[in-house]
């Protein structure tokens, strides 16, 4: 029988920490940001996410997993990503970057309004294959997270907790971080069971997160 079209054949004896470096060798490119829902790009290739705070270092890590520095704008600034951006990887998968949610200091009509188009994209959006929910390695899991899961549950859109910056935090405070994020997995039953590690800043992790995008794909 022929594979689906979407799916990433695994030659023989190749490991999926391979596959995953071949899906993120192809070409990935910007292809569009929507600012409102009406101009989300028409749902076609399966769909990963990358969700978090503000901060938390959405842009840098798809520019780690790309390999291109620039691909999605990082900035010091929090908040300043209010759009959902969408990159095309391979022709074979969309990675869209999310605007951050739980940034405090952005005036209170456009925070409705940008995290009510998150909201709505990631409840009603049938590409949608997985969410990488980004949580700082170095700071406490927040109210918002929880909502936000919460609604991935609801959903019924399969959820990876990615640890990000973990370069910043001691061994032993991202054991911590991992543990209390095995611990959030237990109780969210659209989260899926592993837990990623990573630094956008020395690559940890990058390998296996690849793998791991890539197995949306099988
Ligand atoms: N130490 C460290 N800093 C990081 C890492 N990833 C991102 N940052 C920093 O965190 C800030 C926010 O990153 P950004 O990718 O723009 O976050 P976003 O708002 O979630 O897209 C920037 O100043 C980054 O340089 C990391 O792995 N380690
Ligand atoms: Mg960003």
Same mark, same amino acid.
């Given at each position: 029988m022929a594979p689906p079209p979407d799916s990433l054949p695994q030659g023989e004896?190749?490991?999926? %920490?391979?596959?995953?470096?071949?899906? *993120?060798?192809?070409?990935?490119?910007?292809?569009?940001a929507a600012q409102r829902l009406d101009q989300l790009w028409p749902p076609g290739l399966p769909e990963v996410a990358f969700a978090g705070r503000s901060n938390v270092g959405k842009s840098s890590l798809l520019n780690a997993l790309t390999g291109r520095r620039a691909l999605a704008r990082s900035s010091g600034a929090p908040g300043r990503?209010?759009?959902?951006?969408?990159?095309?990887?391979?022709?074979?998968?969309? %990675?869209?970057?999310m605007p951050g949610?739980?940034?405090?200091?952005?005036?209170?009509h456009v925070k409705a309004e940008w995290q009510g188009m998150m909201f709505d994209y990631l409840r009603g959006r049938p590409t949608l294959r997985r969410v990488m929910l980004l949580l700082d390695a170095r700071v406490e899991v927040k109210a918002s997270d929880r909502a936000v899961m919460e609604l991935l549950d609801r959903?019924?859109?399969? *959820?990876?907790?990615? %640890?990000t910056k973990a370069d910043g935090e001691t061994a032993?405070?991202?054991?911590?971080?991992?543990?209390?994020?095995?611990? %959030?997995?237990?109780?969210?039953?659209?989260?899926?069971?592993?837990?990623?590690?990573?630094?956008?800043?020395?690559?940890?992790?990058?390998?296996?997160?690849?793998?791991?995008v890539a197995k949306v794909l099988v």
């Open positions: 004896g190749e490991s999926t %920490l391979e596959v995953g470096r071949r899906l *993120f060798a192809a070409e990935c490119r910007f292809v569009h990503t209010r759009q959902l951006n969408f990159f095309e990887l391979g022709g074979r998968l969309m %990675l869209v970057d949610y739980g940034y405090a200091q952005a005036p209170k959903a019924a859109v399969t *959820f990876q907790i990615v %640890l032993g405070g991202v054991a911590a971080k991992r543990t209390e994020a095995l611990a %959030l997995v237990r109780g969210h039953p659209a989260a899926y069971p592993e837990v990623a590690v990573t630094s956008s800043e020395t690559g940890l992790g990058m390998a296996e997160l690849r793998a791991g």
